[in-house]
């Protein structure tokens, strides 16, 4: 298994340009999750799934959209970057069934010039 | 957001010492704690969790503190490794599906 994939590893955009990140694992896994990194802090959570056609918002959801059309992707849009994005962005996913181990992707460092 | 914090952001051990990490956390209402591992470059990693109605759980080498009176909790590891060398989140569950992470303690294993 490959575990959760993300592509790009690094992406540099300009203000008010638009970008998918990439987010896909292997596991069959009816969770996914999608946060952010910023320097010296925590992760915080943007959006979530339960399931293929199910998203929920986290803690900081402006600016970011998110579908689930099946249950291996999760991709993370962002319409117009600013540069309050800049971040390294982590996907995760999880299986509901098995406590609250979540398995994360490599990141994407995403630098809004 | 839930306020999920460390009392300490560096933790310089020696090889072969034991850690103690510790966390505060804010919302009685979480149902779980868990901690995570991360070195430089790389996506966090699960270490272990404990539920709310738990005080103790252990691992390999590592034990999980919960003081719900104080809202603490701790992680201790056993006899450090350089290979433990990385940052170390709490992170919590007030929802089901919404996890919170505090801000993180790098622990610097000397050898």
């Known amino acids: 298994n490959a575990g959760v994939t993300q592509t790009p590893k690094f992406q540099v955009l300009k203000t008010g340009q638009s970008m998918t990140l990439q987010c896909a694992q292997d596991m069959n896994h009816e969770y996914m999750s999608w946060y952010r990194q910023d320097p010296g802090m925590g992760l915080r959570l943007i959006h979530y799934?339960?399931?293929?056609?199910?998203?929920d918002q986290g803690e900081v959801p402006n600016g970011y959209n998110v579908s689930r059309s099946t249950t291996e992707d999760f991709p993370l849009r962002l319409l117009s970057a600013a540069p309050s994005q800049t971040s390294v962005y982590f996907c995760?996913?999880?299986?509901?069934?098995?406590?609250?181990?979540?398995?994360f992707g490599p990141g994407t460092r995403l630098t809004v010039t | 957001g839930e306020s999920v914090g460390l009392h300490l952001p560096t933790l310089s051990v020696q090889e072969g010492d034991n850690s103690i990490i510790n966390c505060a956390y804010s919302?009685?209402?979480?149902?779980?704690f868990i901690w995570y591992k991360q070195e430089s470059g790389k996506g966090p990693q699960f270490i272990i969790d404990i539920r709310s109605n738990m005080d103790k759980r252990q691992g390999q080498r590592v034990t999980v503190l919960l003081n719900k009176t104080v809202k603490h909790l701790s992680l201790q590891i056993a006899a450090t490794q350089p290979g433990d060398s990385a940052v170390y989140f709490c992170?919590?569950?007030?929802?089901?599906?919404?996890?919170?992470f505090g801000s993180g303690t790098k622990l610097n294993v000397k050898p």
């Open positions: 799934s339960v399931g293929a056609g199910i998203t």
């Open positions: 995760a996913s999880r299986d509901e069934d098995r406590d609250n181990e979540q398995y």
């Open positions: 992170a919590e569950n007030p929802h089901r599906n919404k996890f919170y």
């Open positions: 919302n009685s209402a979480s149902d779980y």
